[in-house]
């Protein structure tokens, strides 16, 4: 499957803004999508993951509250909706895909995610 994020952009402390994932390939139905980001000089790190039938959702602490995962497996796109945007939320954000079924151990390790797509720029000024 082949992903590209896009819906990145510019924002002020305080904003919103929603990144769509489209998926392109395979549908995505029985796939489990997540999300995840880079700051500058850090390590890849788990933001966000949703189960195939979009009922289970797990979050990153840093998250919680602001973000929130969703799909449209019609659409084939998965999509994170980021409210409250704070100057540490500024990163590179990855969408990715995987068969393995999710659970709260796994949710964030990135190496049970084979799919990934190029990034999407999220800067957030204050």
């Known amino acids: 499957v082949q992903l590209q994020a896009s819906g990145g952009g510019l924002v002020q402390a305080g904003g919103s803004l929603r990144l769509s994932c489209a998926a392109s390939?395979?549908?995505?139905?029985?796939?489990?999508m997540g999300w995840f980001r880079q700051a500058p000089g850090k390590e890849l790190e788990f933001v966000a993951a949703?189960?195939?039938?979009?009922?289970?959702?797990y979050y990153a602490v840093s998250v919680e509250g602001r973000f929130t995962i969703s799909r449209d497996n019609a659409k084939n796109t998965q999509y994170l909706q980021m409210n409250s945007l704070k100057s540490e939320d500024a990163a590179v954000y990855y969408c990715?895909?995987?068969?393995?079924?999710?659970?709260?151990?796994?949710?964030?390790?990135?190496?049970?995610?084979?799919?990934w797509g190029q990034g999407t720029q999220v800067t957030v000024s204050s």
């Open positions: 949703i189960d195939s039938s979009g009922g289970s959702t």
């Open positions: 390939g395979r549908t995505i139905s029985p796939l489990v």
């Open positions: 990715a895909a995987r068969t393995l079924y999710l659970s709260s151990g796994t949710a964030g390790n990135r190496r049970h995610y084979p799919y």
